[in-house]
Antibody, heavy 118, light 111 residues
Framework: EVQLVESGGGLVKPGGSLRLSCAASGFTFSSYSMNWVRQAPGKGLEWVSS????????YYADSVKGRFTISRDNAKNSLYLQMNSLRAEDTAVYYC???????????WGQGTLVTVSS | DIVMTQTPLSLSVTPGQPASISCKSS???????????LYWYLQKPGQSPQLLIYEVSSRFSGVPDRFSGSGSGTDFTLKISRVEAEDVGVYYC????????FGQGTKVEIK
């Protein structure tokens, strides 16, 4: 069974940093592209970043480019999101989601809440 | 950037009745490989989103056949043939031809 478990969320001050993690199990992690998608309280979904299976291809939404860094450790079956220079508008539940060769975002974690507030 | 526009933003449906959601993209989602990268997701209350439809009309594993997707180019539709209570939630379309962009979401509730 595919499982994605996010962690690392919490309360951080504007301008601060946070590192999210996503622990994957139930599939060969190194074979799949992965993503971060976020959802601000009461709002819709916003794609944040994607990384290919071998980290060769990395993409970011304009809203986080230059501030967030996606990475992965295939030996540890883990996906990461380093978030720097955080702003109030980054407050959201952050989901880790897996792609497949044919479909995208077909498995999602339960999310971790990041709150940026002074 | 590709903008995805859904209508309506909310829908109240009697159980057993059909429902339809429209999604329009600002650019064609038809790729040179012949595939159209349009997806539909459902986020049930208190849950993570789940994939319903990929590449316009293909149902994901385990998705009931009362859900169907159609369309081409820039205009797409998700139809529920007979709405059930378990179908309540927010439906999102998403384009996957250039990065990823979601529509605003359509909230479906039961009358």
């Amino acid at each position: 069974e595919v499982q994605l478990v996010e962690s690392g969320g919490g309360l951080v001050k504007p301008g601060g940093s946070l590192r999210l993690s996503c622990a994957a199990s139930g599939f060969t992690f190194s074979s799949y592209s992965m993503n971060w998608v976020r959802q601000a309280p009461g709002k819709g979904l916003e794609w944040v970043s994607s990384i290919s299976s071998s980290s060769s291809y990395i993409y970011y939404a304009d809203s986080v480019k230059g501030r967030f860094t996606i990475s992965r450790d295939n030996a540890k079956n883990s996906l990461y999101l380093q978030m720097n220079s955080l702003r109030a508008e980054d407050t959201a539940v952050y989901y880790c989601a897996r792609d497949s060769p044919i479909v995208v975002l077909n498995y999602w974690g339960q999310g971790t809440l990041v709150t940026v507030s002074s | 950037d590709i903008v995805m526009t859904q209508t309506p933003l909310s829908l109240s449906v009697t159980p057993g009745q059909p429902a339809s959601i429209s999604c329009k993209s600002s650019q064609s989602l038809l790729h040179s490989d012949g595939k159209t990268y349009l997806y539909w997701y459902l986020q049930k209350p208190g849950q993570s989103p789940q994939l319903l439809i990929y590449e316009v009309s293909s149902r994901f594993s385990g998705v009931p056949d009362r859900f169907s997707g159609s369309g081409s180019g820039t205009d797409f539709t998700l139809k529920i043939s007979r709405v059930e209570a378990e179908d309540v939630g927010v439906y999102y379309c998403m384009q996957g031809i250039h990065l990823r962009t979601f529509g605003q979401g359509t909230k479906v509730e039961i009358k």
